[in-house]
């Protein structure tokens, strides 16, 4: 079966303090790894797919990257507006995500 | 730009009674996805469909029942309400028409609905 584990579930930075937000997965043949923000209140809202090993992306202060094992988003000197929910997954077959629980990041002014 | 539009947006129920929550989304997806997010628990799919007509189960779909009549409607129906499912439940869908397999699996949210029930 699928697993998907984020670390760490919560973290706090001032503005301006970078970090990284670790997913690992085990699964069976990787076909891709998405990235979601989710605001409170709010349903997850679609960041990044990662295809295969070595592939990054970026979007303003996000970075994603891939290994076989594990992602990592990288936020470079956040802001307060960074604040959400982070959510990854990996399809489960050919219609399906398995979620991972997310990590609650603030971004403390 | 509407996506997926969820209805209600809130509701509470008494233990027993029945409710359905309406999925339309606008962007003529395949498939479509019910979840519940609980704290703690992360997003776990009910049931999903990939066309119109056909359903299937997903992780947790004990005490749940859904309908696809329309290809932009999923119907999530809780036929006896029981405390456990208090909860956040997000529709989603996707496309089929991407390009790289993995694509499809792309998921476009609904706002959520938050159902507690007494």
């Known amino acids: 079966e699928d697993q998907v584990t984020q670390s760490p579930e919560a973290l706090r930075l001032q503005e301006g303090e970078s970090s990284s937000l670790n997913c690992s997965y085990t699964?069976?043949?990787?076909?891709?790894l998405f990235w979601y923000r989710q605001d409170p209140g709010k349903g997850p809202e679609f960041l990044f797919t990662?295809?295969?090993a070595g592939e990054e992306k970026e979007k303003e202060r996000l970075k994603a990257t891939l290994t076989k094992k594990e992602s990592f988003l990288h936020i470079t000197a956040p802001k307060p507006e960074d604040s959400a929910t982070y959510l990854c997954?990996?399809?489960?077959?050919?219609?399906?995500?398995?979620f991972g629980q997310g990590t609650r990041l603030t971004i403390n002014p | 730009n509407a996506g997926v539009t969820q209805t209600p947006k809130f509701r509470v129920l008494k233990t027993g009674q029945s409710m359905t929550l309406l999925c339309a989304q606008d962007?003529?997806?395949?498939?479509m996805y019910w979840y519940r997010q609980d704290p703690g628990m992360g997003l776990r799919l009910i049931h999903y469909?990939?066309?119109?007509?056909?359903?299937a189960k997903g992780e947790v779909p004990d005490g749940y029942n859904v309908s696809r009549l329309k290809k932009q409607n999923f119907l999530l129906g809780l036929e006896s309400a029981a405390p456990s499912q208090t909860s956040v439940y997000f529709c989603?869908?996707?496309?089929?028409?991407?390009?790289?397999?993995?694509?499809?699996?792309?998921?476009?949210f609904g706002a959520g609905t938050r159902l507690s029930v007494l």
């Open positions: 989603a869908s996707s496309s089929i028409t991407s390009g790289r397999a993995s694509a499809k699996n792309i998921q476009y």
């Open positions: 699964v069976s043949g990787l076909r891709g």
């Open positions: 990662l295809y295969s």
């Open positions: 997954a990996v399809p489960e077959g050919a219609q399906k995500l398995v």
């Open positions: 962007m003529n997806h395949e498939y």
């Open positions: 469909s990939v066309g119109e007509g056909t359903t």
